[in-house]
């Protein structure tokens, strides 16, 4: 298993040895990087807790020598248009993008055709991914970035790019799935798993939504900053039998945005009849479920991934006007080590963002 700990930091390395991005194309975007958030998933990536790294996995400054390729990381990258290609028609030099978890799919099948682009399956992820000429996709913890203008969204006026940058990823993640399964609706009652970086902006998009919310955390210690500053309802502690009791079967949804395996079933617990769990957590092992758990109550578990890129701009555009923006630690491009050691700790108020705009030196 590899650790973060046997991690060693070399970058100028890579800017000389790999070529990064490529050069503007006819149908491309090329980006400053400004800010880039750090996801859970990047740490599961570095860790092969998914079994699927194209090693050696590099973020920021990190470098695991472990084989002989790089793959970078961060898929949520917020920067400034620096050039496009002749056939950009959305986007001109100067404007504030940014960039999510795909930067290509086969635009083909049925689901590109529908507007799922995100359920491809030929998805290009951001990083950690062959792109379709064959090369690695690298990620955001670098200072320049070419996509292909389809899947590059436009920051709204009055969203800042640092604390918009986690809504690239976690922000679409809780955003789309909310909307598709009728837990975006006034008066409605939803729960969120997991009071991280993609909980923490589910709570601020449920009350944007006019929901009432209820946290279901590990952590007593986020009760207070949950209720007081974030806005939930209420918060449980998911091992305090009795704050369980106190919300079963009051829920219509629930997201679940655990990073690690969880026991379903009291969960299950919370949902109305009929009621939905929605999977987006994704930890290293498999989830065990009871049949009773969704048969009793006629309830639905679900899976969902990421959002399309019209679900992405809908969700900015919504994120600027209702004021929903990510809490964020900003961290220099040299800190990335640290922050991936505290996030494995869930010591993070709700997500690290690397300001490569200030910090990172390629000189
Ligand atoms: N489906 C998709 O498209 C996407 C999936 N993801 C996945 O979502 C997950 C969350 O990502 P992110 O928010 O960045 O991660 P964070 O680490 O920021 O937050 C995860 C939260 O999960 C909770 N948690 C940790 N361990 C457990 C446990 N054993 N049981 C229950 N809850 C636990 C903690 O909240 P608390 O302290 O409140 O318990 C923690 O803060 C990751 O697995 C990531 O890979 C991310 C983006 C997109
Ligand atoms: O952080 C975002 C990760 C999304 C994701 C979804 C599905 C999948 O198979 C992945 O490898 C990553
Ligand atoms: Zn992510
Ligand atoms: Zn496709």
Known sequence: MVSTENISCVLAFFFDVFPFCRNTGDDDVSIKVLYCGICHSDLHTIKNEWRNAIYPVVAGYIHLLVTSSVTNQSHEIAGVVTEVGKNVARFKAGD????????NTCRSCESCEEGSENYCSRIVFTYNSVDRDGTVTYGGYSELVVVSERFVVRFPDGLPL???????????????PMKQHGLSEPGKHVGVIGLGGLGHVAVK????FGMKVTVISTSPEKRQEAVERLGADAFVVSTNASDMKSVMGTMHGIINTACASTSMHPYF???KPKGKMILVGLPEKPLQVSAFALVGGGKTLAGSCM????DTQEMMD???KHGVAADVELVRADEVNTAMERLAKGDVRYRFVIDIGNTLKTD
């Open 96 to 103: 504030n993008v940014g960039v999510g978890c795909m930067v």
């Open 162 to 176: 640092d604390r918009g940058a986690p809504l690239l990823c976690a922000g679409v993640t809780v955003y789309a």
């Open 205 to 208: 998009f449920a009350k944007a």
């Open 269 to 271: 617990a919370l949902l």
């Open 307 to 310: 959002g399309s890129i019209t």
């Open 318 to 320: 919504f994120a600027a």
